[in-house]
């Protein structure tokens, strides 16, 4: 069975670190961990609708 979920975003290159030399956050990371989120909560709302 086809699932429509969008794929998964493609990681940072493992050279990136994810905390700069100021301390805040990568950019490209931070991107990152974001649509993570997003399509993690997807897959949540899915799973407790019965709709996967």
Known sequence: ???D?????PMPPP???VIEANG???RDWYSYFK???AHIREV???LDTGGL
Not at 5 to 9: D, H, I, Q, T
């Open 1 to 3: 069975m086809a699932s």
């Open 5 to 9: 979920l969008a794929p998964l975003p």
């Open 15 to 17: 050279i990136q670190r």
């Open 24 to 26: 805040t956050m990568n």
């Open 35 to 37: 649509k993570l989120d």
């Open 44 to 46: 949540e709302k899915r």
